[in-house]
């Protein structure tokens, strides 16, 4: 089964608008996991908007699940990552003052940065997964990298899903089953929702891990986080 990674963001957001400490990022990340999440995603950005780096380290004891770190490799971001030892990194091409992540690495001009810093990453003992869009050849200069994973950047599915499923899903689909030739693992996420992913979960092989932040917390205002989780878990089985 695909699993689930809850990307805390959002509730760090709701809690800097503020100053105080609430919402609690801790216990969120803590009542995700007692609510059936299978891992805590956290994406810490260089101005801090959202998730600080203190709350990186505030988590590591915490998480009992699969700790997700997503990040552009700056220096920072890498000496912080390489302390706090989460089982998994995933690299993120974004500028610093990105409003979210658009768009996957271009893994041909950046091989020989991205195989440094993974190298460092391995010794590290940190499995890595690269952002990537579904093409070819970047699947295949991923590989050439040395990551453990590729996470797909799903955002053009989600916005194609409406018009056209099948349509939207084949590239990914396809792109999988090309990564896993290469005997990289595969993670997806950006724009994925109770709509739809069920369809993508169904339609695209080797899928191990979907990360899912601003649809998940929205849909928690309504739902409830705990029934949301629930919601989001039934659609990978
Ligand atoms: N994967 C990556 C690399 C991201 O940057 C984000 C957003 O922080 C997500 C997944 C989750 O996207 P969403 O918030 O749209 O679910």
């Known amino acids: 089964m695909t699993r689930l990674s809850v990307n805390i963001n959002k509730i760090a957001t709701l809690r800097n608008a503020r100053g105080g400490n609430i919402p609690d990022v801790l216990k969120a990340a803590v009542d995700c996991e007692r609510f059936g999440a299978q891992g805590i995603t956290v994406h810490p950005r260089p ?137 990289l693992e595969v993670n997806a996420g950006h724009d994925l929702n109770l709509e739809n992913l069920k369809f993508f979960c169904r339609s695209v092989p080797y899928l191990e891990e979907v990360s899912i932040g601003h649809a998940l917390i929205s849909d928690a205002l309504y739902f409830g986080l705990e029934n949301t989780i629930q919601l989001y878990l039934r659609q990978l089985k």
């Open 47 to 183: 101005d801090e908007r959202h998730i600080r780096y203190q709350d990186v380290l505030d988590l590591r004891p915490l998480i009992k699940t699969e700790f997700n770190i997503e990040g552009y490799p700056s220096r920072r971001f890498l000496d912080l990552v390489i302390k706090v030892k989460p089982h998994q990194v995933t690299l993120v091409p974004d500028a610093p003052d990105a409003l979210t992540s658009n768009q996957g690495w271009n893994t041909r001009k950046h091989q020989d940065f991205l195989a440094g810093v993974i190298s460092e990453l391995k010794k590290a003992g940190i499995r890595t997964s690269l952002f990537t869009d579904t093409k070819r050849e970047t699947i295949e200069y991923a590989a050439k990298t040395g990551t453990d994973r590729i996470e797909l950047y799903t955002e053009p599915y989600a916005s194609a899903y409406r018009h056209n499923p099948d349509k939207a899903v084949k590239p990914f689909a396809e792109a999988s089953h090309l990564a896993h030739s290469f005997g």
